[in-house]
């Protein structure tokens, strides 16, 4: 199983960026789908965004598109946010699936195979 561990979350303003990282370890990664899930406080977890890591297909939610970008590189994995706003606060989490493409992650979350530890996102207004 592959392990993911996520870095980069942090207190903000509204209309600041941060960008999250994650780390992937213990698999050969060319078959996974990648993705970003958060969740806030007294809510479910939801997707945000996810990857193919061959060929780098992406799905966005759109609750978050125009402003947020997944890409991977070297292993691992990234969530550059920009423009963010109090409503994206959460812990973010990353996750990894080598039976899932992008769009199943966006309507399959609860099936995802590996997940991060999260890390913590909050935006002040």
């Known amino acids: 199983q592959v392990q993911l561990v996520e870095s980069g979350g942090g207190l903000v303003q509204a209309g600041d960026s941060l960008r999250l990282s994650c780390a992937a370890s213990?698999?050969?990664?060319?078959?996974?789908?990648m993705g970003w899930f958060r969740q806030a406080a007294g809510k479910e977890r939801e997707f945000v965004a996810a990857?193919?890591?061959?060929?780098?297909m992406t799905v966005v939610a759109d609750s978050v598109k125009g402003r947020f970008t997944i890409s991977r590189d070297n292993a691992k994995v990234y969530l550059q946010m920009n423009s963010l706003k109090p409503e994206d606060t959460g812990v973010y989490y990353c996750?990894?699936?080598?039976?899932?493409?992008?769009?199943?992650?966006?309507?399959?979350?609860?099936?995802?195979?590996?997940w991060g530890q999260g890390t913590k996102v909050t935006i002040s207004s």
């Open positions: 996750a990894a699936d080598v039976y899932h493409t992008p769009q199943t992650m966006k309507t399959m979350t609860r099936s995802v195979g590996s």
């Open positions: 213990g698999r050969t990664l060319s078959n996974y789908a």
């Open positions: 990857i193919r890591w061959s060929g780098g």
